[in-house]
């Protein structure tokens, strides 16, 4: 079955610096990908998805993911972070082989200071 | 166009008792998935329906079952409430059981006592 990996449960950067959190899937063939956000006290929201074509996709909220085949990499990234940014985002996989559609990361929260 | 809607929001319930939480998927969406929150365990797949059939079912005993009405409405039950069932309960809606792109609900709080 496929799997992701979030590296880092915490991730703590300044306003306006770079966002990076990190995903790596385990997988033979070429998955589909998501990132999703849960702000406080919600649901998990769709922020972006890779299924074929482009490796670099845009979604919501100024966030970008780039698919890397050769490093099994789906990295969620922003220019510049917003105080509203802080909340848990999750990476997803789709797995035909599994019984859930989509299986998740452990989740990487954000904390944006001043 | 209406969200996913979960009711209720909150829950306390105490061990031995059982618990029926509900979710409306939103209008034309089919397939509604369960999925359990956890701050151990993460996000972990309960069931799907659609068209008022368990399609899957994840790694959950018994205590844990849902259906599905004609309307797409979905409820899941939990029976015999553990203090380990104590979560947030995350319901998904999608047009079908192909579609991977979820839309989710706020969730229902249940704490066990």
């Known amino acids: 079955a496929q799997s992701v990996t979030q590296l880092g449960s915490h991730v703590s950067v300044s306003e306006g610096a770079l966002v990076l959190l990190r995903c790596n899937y385990s997988?033979?063939?070429?998955?589909?990908l998501f990132w999703y956000v849960q702000y406080p006290n919600q649901g998990l929201q769709l922020l972006l998805k890779?299924?074929?074509?482009?490796?670099l996709v845009k979604g919501i909220n100024g966030f970008e993911a780039e698919f890397k085949k050769s490093e099994t990499s789906f990295h969620l990234t922003k220019p510049s972070a917003h105080m509203s940014d802080a909340a848990e985002y999750f990476c997803?996989?789709?797995?035909?082989?599994?019984?859930?559609?989509?299986?998740f990361g452990t989740g990487t929260r954000l904390q944006v200071t001043l | 166009k209406a969200g996913v809607t979960q009711t209720p929001r909150y829950l306390i319930k105490t061990r031995g008792q059982q618990v029926t939480l509900s979710c409306s998927p939103i209008?034309?969406?089919?397939?509604v998935s369960w999925y359990q929150q956890t701050p151990g365990q993460g996000l972990q797949f309960l069931f799907e329906?659609?068209?008022?059939?368990?399609?899957n079912k994840g790694n959950f005993p018994g205590r844990f079952s849902g259906r599905q009405f004609s309307n797409s409405r979905s409820e899941m039950n939990v029976s015999t409430l553990e203090l380990g069932d104590s979560a947030l309960y995350l319901c998904?809606?999608?047009?079908?059981?192909?579609?991977?792109?979820?839309?989710f609900g706020s969730g229902t709080q249940l704490s066990v006592l």
């Open positions: 998904a809606s999608s047009l079908d059981t192909t579609d991977e792109k979820l839309f």
């Open positions: 997988s033979s063939v070429p998955p589909y």
């Open positions: 890779y299924t074929t074509g482009a490796t």
């Open positions: 997803a996989v789709s797995d035909p082989s599994t019984a859930s559609k989509l299986t």
């Open positions: 209008s034309g969406h089919r397939s």
């Open positions: 329906y659609f068209s008022e059939t368990q399609r």
